[in-house]
């Protein structure tokens, strides 16, 4: 009911709306290979069947619009057309990069104000870019995240989150950390994807046919972080980002420059940031050893001349993160104990940069090779090679009794994760027919050492894949195909003899959707079906020990088969003058799930019982709906909502799945004020954001039932302040306004603490030298 | 530059056989035992009237938690209104020879606690001190009233920085629970 008071509010707003029709919307054309500036270049406005051409600089102007959302077409020799949509409530700046006549998958770069969808209408893909990204930049990979539609985070406390998108995390959804993707030890709930977000210049998440390309195993989607494209032919330029926040004393910095060098053929960019927080704070008492340190550096180098253009990428991240010493339980006893204290044992009131035990630490390289060759105007051939390495060593609370094991200070845990990856891929474009195929291997080596986990393993993937999409009018049809081979082997030292048993797994995937533009002028739908499936992971399969954070023994099975998933989607979106809406519905059912389900009885040892986990495998559903909607009040108010629903269940237990998202519900308003000489766009925006209890699981299917419902405040105020011919965005904000004090079911520290209080910080965002 | 990019073709897919698909397979996987592991908890009760009546009460699980189940778990039986002077031991018995994990509780007392506690009529007491004068627990006094059933818990804490004497802090290292009788 409350929910329905809200559209109304909505809708009356909209009702009232005094509109101001003298907005100017202007921006510069650039092609993508090189950085020219184009000139003449059209631009067509379709809803008003306006046209303008860009001058000799590049930019264009037009005057006189009406606060909406409008389709904008470019059109330019030599490339290929690009259409996308935005929203205008006030006067606008863009940047469109046109690609050369191929279609550049996530090249089709498109700089504005608001979200914009680079696909149709963000039917399959949904893009956060650039200026977007600035006010998020600072805090965790999962943060920034969050933005799109229907992504939520698995925390564990306020410094780690894992990306989770319509319920799926982990090991069913596929990250992309510059075109290589991510291969973490992603199957542990507390283990952070090793990435670091102030690289990206576009964040994109996948759903449709073309995550095929990325893998089988994208069931909840691809995650794609994507840099700038190199600048050939480009200037000297560079960002420098600065952030500081309040709660946990957290200070950030990024530094980022890229220039061409000889004629223009080759480029390069170097980027570094450092983070660094001490304790973090809820709003009742600080978390003893709860500070974290992260710093990542990379550096790309790129040739290109005439067809051919070969890329290098070498990165290294590198993150140590205390774990609040009061979450480090012993065994179920202890649990309940933390439970059933109103404050937990181990806080304090110091904001101390110290990282003691327990603690975390995980470094990642990645190296890439990649090599590109226009074989003609509609085709180019593509190939890659990537390796990575992960090393993750977790640190127990207390160090082993025995004196010289102590003087060692080894860690617990530690894993050690080397990948391999080889990429072929042709892609083919022209008149509305857009072919790709190609075919992937993975090679993968895991290690152990400490406390046995997990066996070393090797693991091998072969894998082909074919999409093909073809546009005429208003319709498009997209098709995607694949077919892996996985091959696995364990190896295990028992009582002195090695075993290793060796499994294979080979599946089909597939995925099939049509978009219809412009049903009704405004209104896009889009349709997709899929099958994709994932092998099962060595935790899976193998896991048999205790795990001394969760208090929890869990155990592995070796006789799983291939999870397999069927999916099918719906999007609705309608975007007219000041109105935008979206709505998207999933589902997606397994016969083969794999959970780690609680089991009876615990496990007794010596330091008493352990709740057991099994990992089993049987039927399972996911649905869910994610809906927004954006409202210009006014010239400058403009209102919206955000809305995620989610329902995950097993059914061979006939119970929710534990550990799915709570429904979420989101309400903002974002004022913008008038320029004033130097001080640019400013607005100011609020938005409060109400999670419900999760109401659906078991009260007595977890340690403890779900944490109560909870509403936050959040604020932020942001500008540009121009000086000379710098642009320096500045942002302010304060998460978590009221200092509420709450619990997300989604947080592992849950049971332990309450979430962090109020946070307020300052970004600072310097562009230099050559600005686009 | 076709051939040129042939031949980059070639080394390329040369590159990723040798360093990819070939790679030395890492066949010397480590021992899958802990390197520490309490794997034994022995009480040793000496009758205070009569200190030649001794006898033994153990919980064993020699392959560490999980896998088998605890080879020994003893009962404890006593005789009611006596007094029994209680010494408990802590050993490793996954390997050989069994490793005496007691020495470093007591060389660390001063972070470590035993507790115990009964639902039996029998009154504990703890009878030493750590280096700030908490009790530690190694060593206790044991007086048995009428007779009855219940179970008995023995639990080591380990609570660097933070001993109070407070059996409720920390984390639990040992907690074992014996059925006991008093008869």
């Given at each position: 009911m409350r929910y329905f008071i809200i559209l109304l509010l909505l809708f009356a707003a909209l009702a009232v709306n005094a509109q101001n029709c003298n907005i100017k919307l202007t921006g510069t054309v650039t092609d993508s290979h090189d950085g020219e500036k184009l000139e003449f270049a059209t631009l067509g406005i379709l809803q008003l069947q306006k046209q303008a051409f860009t001058k000799s600089d590049g930019t264009f102007e037009f005057s006189n619009l009406c606060p909406g959302s409008y389709t904008i077409i470019c059109r330019h020799l030599g490339c290929k057309d690009t259409s996308f949509t935005i929203s205008v409530s006030e006067n606008t700046n863009i940047a469109i990069v046109m690609p050369h006549k191929l279609n550049q998958l996530k090249e089709v770069d498109v700089k504005g104000e608001k979200t914009n969808y680079a696909d149709a209408a963000g039917l399959s893909v949904i893009s956060v870019s650039n200026q977007q990204l600035q006010p998020l930049l600072g805090g965790t990979l999962g943060d920034v995240l969050k933005v799109a539609p229907g992504v939520t985070t698995l925390q564990t406390g306020a410094t780690i989150a894992k990306p989770m998108i319509n319920g799926f995390t982990g090991n069913r959804i596929v990250i992309m950390n510059n075109g290589v993707r991510l291969e973490g030890q992603q199957w542990g709930g507390e283990h952070a994807p090793e990435?670091?977000?102030?690289?990206?210049n576009t964040i994109s998440v996948w759903y449709g046919a073309k995550a095929v390309r990325y893998g089988p195993d994208a069931i909840g989607g691809v995650i794609t972080i994507d840099p700038a494209t190199l600048p050939y032919n480009g200037k000297f330029s560079g960002i420098a980002n600065l952030a500081g926040f309040s709660n946990n004393r957290m200070g950030a910095a990024s530094f980022q420059m890229q220039n061409s060098f000889g004629k223009g053929r080759w480029a390069y960019r170097v980027q570094g940031s450092y983070r660094k927080g001490a304790n973090v704070f809820t709003p009742a008492y600080g978390l003893d050893n709860s500070a974290m340190r992260e710093g990542n550096f990379s550096a790309a180098l790129g040739y290109k001349y005439k067809r051919f253009k070969v890329e290098t990428y070498a990165s290294r991240f590198d993150t140590k993160i205390g774990l609040f010493k009061g979450a480090h339980i012993g065994n179920l006893t202890d649990l309940l104990q933390a439970i059933n204290s109103t404050t937990p044992f181990y806080t304090t009131n110091t904001h101390s940069y110290a990282i003691g035990r327990p603690y975390q630490q995980a470094v990642h390289y990645t190296g890439k090779l990649k090599m590109v060759y226009d074989v003609d105007d509609d085709s180019r051939l593509l190939l890659q090679y990537a390796i990575q390495n992960n090393r993750r060593q977790e640190y127990d609370r207390d160090k082993p009794l025995n004196d010289s094991l102590a003087a060692l200070n080894n860690p617990e845990f530690l894993f050690d994760l080397t990948t391999q990856t080889v990429d072929a891929v042709y892609e083919f474009n022209s008149k509305g027919v857009e072919i790709s195929g190609g075919l992937s291997g993975m090679y993968q080596s895991n290690y152990w050492q400490g406390r046995y986990f997990i066996p070393n393993f090797n693991a091998q993937n072969l894998g082909v894949f074919a999409i093909g999409e073809y546009t005429f009018k208003k319709v498009k049809l997209e098709a995607g195909i694949r077919y892996d081979v996985r091959f696995l082997e364990i190896s295990r030292l028992i009582k002195g003899k090695v075993i290793s048993p060796a499994y294979r797994y080979q599946n089909p995937s597939a995925n099939i959707g049509a978009t219809f533009t412009d049903v009704v002028p405004g209104l896009n739908i889009g349709l997709n079906a899929g099958l994709a499936w994932r092998p099962p992971t060595v935790s899976e399969l193998y896991s048999n020990g205790l795990h001394h954070g969760a208090a929890a023994f869990e155990i592995g099975d070796t006789s799983f088969t291939a999870e397999k998933a069927y999916t099918g989607s719906a999007v609705v979106n309608y975007q007219a003058e000041g109105i935008e809406f979206r709505v998207m519905g999933n589902y997606s059912y397994f016969d083969s799930y794999i959970n780690l389900e609680p089991v009876l009885p615990p496990t007794l040892t010596i330091a008493g019982a352990f709740p057991t986990f099994k990992y089993r495998q049987g039927a399972a559903s996911f649905t869910s709906i994610n809906f927004s909607l954006s409202v210009n009040a006014t010239k400058q108010l403009s209102l919206f909502t955000r809305n995620a629903l989610i329902w995950a269940y097993n059914h061979t237990t006939r119970q929710y799945l534990i550990g799915g998202p709570a429904h979420r519900f989101q309400l903002g308003a974002r004022y913008s004020f008038a320029d004033k000489k130097w001080f640019e766009k400013p607005y100011i925006e609020l938005v409060g954001a109400h999670t419900l209890r999760q109401?659906?699981?078991?009260?007595?299917?977890?340690?403890?039932a779900p944490p109560a419902s909870y509403t936050l405040l959040n604020v932020e105020f942001g500008f540009t302040a121009h000086i000379r011919n710098s642009h320096i965005g500045i942002i302010l904000a304060a998460s978590n306004l009221l200092n509420t004090k709450y619990r997300d079911y989604l947080d592992r520290f849950r049971y332990y603490t309450d979430a962090m209080g109020r946070n307020v910080s300052l970004k600072i965002n310097i562009p230099f030298g050559e600005i686009k | 530059m076709k051939t040129t990019f042939k031949k980059l073709f070639l080394g390329f897919t040369a590159l990723a056989l040798v360093t990819g698909f070939s790679a030395c397979k890492d066949d010397n996987p480590a021992p899958e035992n802990p390197e520490e592991l309490i794997t034994t908890i022995k009480l040793t009760f000496t009758d205070s009237a009569n200190t030649a009546n001794t006898f033994t009460v153990t919980f064993a699980?020699?392959?560490?938690?999980?896998?088998?189940?605890?080879a020994t778990y003893d009962s404890i039986a006593l005789q009611t209104n006596k007094t029994y002077l209680v010494s408990a031991q802590l050993l490793n018995e996954s390997v050989n020879p069994a490793e005496d994990i007691t020495l470093e509780v007591e060389e660390e007392k001063d972070d470590h606690l035993f507790g115990y506690s009964s639902t039996a009529n029998i009154n504990i007491t703890t009878t030493d001190l750590d280096n700030n004068n908490?009790?530690?627990?190694?060593q206790t006094k044991w007086k048995t009233t009428t007779a009855s059933v219940g179970n008995t818990t023995v639990v080591l804490k380990h609570q660097p920085g933070i001993k109070t004497g407070d059996i409720a802090l920390g984390e639990t290292d040992v907690e074992v629970v014996f059925y006991t009788v008093i008869q």
């Open positions: 990435i670091d977000p102030y690289i990206a109401y659906l699981v078991d009260e007595n299917a977890d340690y403890t | 699980d020699t392959d560490g938690p999980g896998g088998n189940a605890p908490l009790p530690l627990g190694i």
